[in-house]
Structure formats: C-alpha cells, structure tokens
C-alpha cells in the first residue's frame, strides 16, 4: 500500500479547507463553493497504471467472469442472502474497501432516492446521525454498519483523500445493499469533490500524483462491479453512469485517465458533459480517448432519459494522422452534441471488427458504444457479442 496511508494526519480533519457555512450546517454545495478550485492543466501530468493496480484489475476482471458464469445457474424467485460479511480483492493491497454483492443478492431495488453519499466523507456519520433530516440520518446508519463490517470507523468526518474516497463509497454501497437504487444510477459531483481532498494533500505532501491516481483507480475498480442487472442477449445494460462536466479539475482528467490505467469499459458509463466552456486540453484529452478506447459518451446537457444514438468510425474517415483525427473527433462532438442526445462514439477499424465478428472469443475486451448505451462484450454470450459487432459495423463510416 502506499506510504501515504500510514502517514500521520491532522488532528482537525477540516484543517486546510476554507470556512463557510458549510462547517454549522450540512451544506456539501456551499463546501464546493468555497473550497473547487478550476485549476485543470492539461493530461501530462497523468500517470500510467502502477503493478498493485494492474494485480488488482486482474482479480476483479476474474470476480466478474465467475460472477458471469454462476448467474446463469436457477435461482429462487426473490431469494436474497441473509448473510453476508466484509469481502475483498486482496486485503493487503486494496486501498478502498467494500465489494458489493452481485445483482441477484441484493434486495429488490426500491424507488427510494440514495442520498448524497459525499456527506459522510465531509461530516461523518456521529454528525449525519445527529441531524434532524431522516435522509442524512438513514444514509449514516447504512454506511456505519458496512464500515463496521470492515473494521473502519467513519463517525468523524474524514481527514485525507483516502478517507474521504472510503467514507463516500461505504456510504454509497451502503444504500446499494439496502436495496436504494434504480436501473439506470448516475453519480455526478464525483470529481469536483474528491479534487479538493486530493490537492490538500498534494500540497501537505502525503500525497504524490502517483497515489493520487492509485486513489481514484481503486474507486473505479469497486464502482467496476456495482453492475445493476446480468444481460446476456446483446442488449446494454443500462446500469451505472459517471458525469464529469464544468468547472474540470485534475481529478475530472485523472477519471478519465482510468479508461487507460484500468482498461475500457461500458460499466460505470464514463459521460462527458460536453460544451466549449471546457478547456481546450481536456476536450482534446476527451477525443484522444476516445479514439483509443471507445468508452466514452458524451452529452451538451444532462437531462435524465435523454435518447442515445451512437455513431462508428474508422481512424482514416477522421483524418490522416493522430493529431487531424483528434481535432476533427472535437469538432464532431460539437456538432452531435447540439440536440441533447446523450452520444457515443465507436473508432474501430473494419479489419478489427470483421476478425471479431468471425472470432468474438477472441475479442471480449472491446468496449462498444450502442445506440442505447454502451457495452462490454465480455458480458455478453458469443451470439450477443456477435449481434453487437454487426450493429456497430452496419454503422461504420
């Protein structure tokens, strides 16, 4: 683990964050406010995948194949598991704990809105509990009996960004196993939130940017397996979704950053909330992604429900080098993103996905952008990964 976990921290976890109205009353907006910074830069000073995250995406990549494997055996109608305790990756190495229980073992989801899952992180669940709001003190009691489980106290409110990603997911999973989702779940606020924990420490030094992204790759790992429903017909499973919009940060790059630090993937749904008020180098960032791993969509707003389509191409349709295909995938997005539709791009070369077609075996790790959703073939039978591959291919420009 790194050395930043073990270092010793302030005795006042608020130390360092500007005062505001946000420390007499639960108020994570005003927080914001007075404490984002729109500090972006640029994507070079990202950092690749470091070994223990590569072991780590390995067993989670073998967790959802046998979770894969075993859904397709008969179930009791409405049987959930009584029973169950803390589970992990690799104890040793994991920097944020909790697995979440595969769909089939949850309670039936309920239309019981989650709450926000950063006011843990920030006050604390001795705090939430205390409030007069039933839906702070409901939050707090469902993520206090998960930190529990694992042995971690979060009654005060977190004092490092490793903290304060533990306490928000805890609170966060928490609600997913009290049964508090719906099919289609989106998580906005993810970045502009964990930023400014992240910089705190950057700046006092028990942080480099190497375990900064650590942080949110670990994150991202556990969101990776928070999948709301099994397909298995070729249909995207419409299921978790993460917003990144303006004001961008460092950790809105670094988000987008674990399409390459943990490979592409359709679940959680990575959705950039796209305009010409982001700066330049992060749409540019944005386009070069997804030309690599077509496991981005985007949309000019964020209304719920909005319709998707998707459009595929081939790196030679947008231009002849990188640099041309980069800028001419930019101005495209401008123009699709006009109407409101929530966009996804496939850029596949036709050999690729002829080869995949006639072999889809050999080819579960492609990321493929629907018009509904976007989707992993690893999730899907061969003859689903087959009916996507001639969707995005009977499209292909």
């Not at 995948?49 to 397709?72: I, V, W």
């Not at 960004?161 to 993810?190: C, D, M, N, R, S």
């Not at 988000?255 to 959680?268: F, H, M």
């Not at 070069?288 to 707003?301: H, M, P, Y």
Request: with cysteine; aromatic share 6%; charged share 20%.
């Amino acid at each position: 683990m790194p050395q930043s976990v073990s270092k010793p921290l302030p005795s006042d976890p608020w130390q360092g964050f500007q005062p505001g109205p946000w420390k007499v009353r639960v108020d994570v907006d005003n927080f914001l406010a007075c404490n984002r910074s729109d500090e972006s830069g640029d994507d070079s000073s990202l950092t690749g995948p470091t070994d223990r995250t590569q072991a780590l995406c390995l067993q989670a990549r073998m967790l959802l194949a046998a979770r894969q494997a075993t859904a397709c055996r008969p179930s009791v109608p409405g049987r959930v598991a009584l029973c169950w305790g803390p589970e992990y990756l690799d104890r040793r190495e994991e920097l944020i704990f909790g697995l979440p229980r595969p769909p089939g073992e949850r309670p039936n989801p309920t239309d019981i809105p989650m709450g926000d899952w950063r006011k843990v992180a920030l006050y604390g669940t001795e705090c939430l509990q205390a409030s007069f709001d039933p839906d702070n003190q409901h939050l707090a009691s469902e993520a206090q009996a998960l930190a529990m489980a694992y042995g971690l106290d979060i009654r005060r409110p977190a004092a490092s960004a490793q903290q304060a990603i533990q306490w928000a997911y805890l609170a966060f999973l928490g609600a997913i196993e009290a049964g508090k989702t719906v099919p289609a779940l989106l998580l906005v606020g993810l970045d502009g939130f964990l930023d400014i924990y992240l910089q705190r420490d950057l700046e006092r030094g028990i942080l480099i940017e190497e375990e900064a992204q650590e942080l949110i790759d670990d994150l991202c790992l556990k969101l990776r397996l928070v999948r709301t429903g099994e397909g298995d017909e070729g249909e995207p499973n419409r299921g978790l979704g993460l917003s990144v919009a303006y004001p961008i940060n460092r950790t809105s790059f670094r988000l987008v950053n674990t399409l390459y630090t943990l490979g592409p993937t359709a679940e959680p749904q990575l959705i950039v909330v796209w305009s010409a008020e982001l700066p330049a180098t992060f749409r540019r960032f944005c386009s070069e992604v997804s030309i690599d791993t077509s496991a981005l969509r985007f949309v000019g707003t964020l209304p719920l429900g909005a319709e998707g389509k998707a459009l595929s191409l081939t790196p030679e349709t947008l231009g002849e080098d990188h640099e041309a295909q980069v800028a001419s995938l930019t101005r495209l997005i401008d123009h699709e993103t006009g109407g409101g539709a929530v966009l996804g791009i496939n850029v596949y070369r036709r050999e690729l996905l002829e080869a995949a077609l006639a072999r889809p075996h050999k080819y579960g790790y492609l990321t493929v952008q629907l018009p509904p959703w976007g989707i992993d073939l690893r999730m899907l039978s061969l003859a689903g990964r087959q009916r996507a591959l001639r969707t995005v291919l009977g499209t292909l420009n």
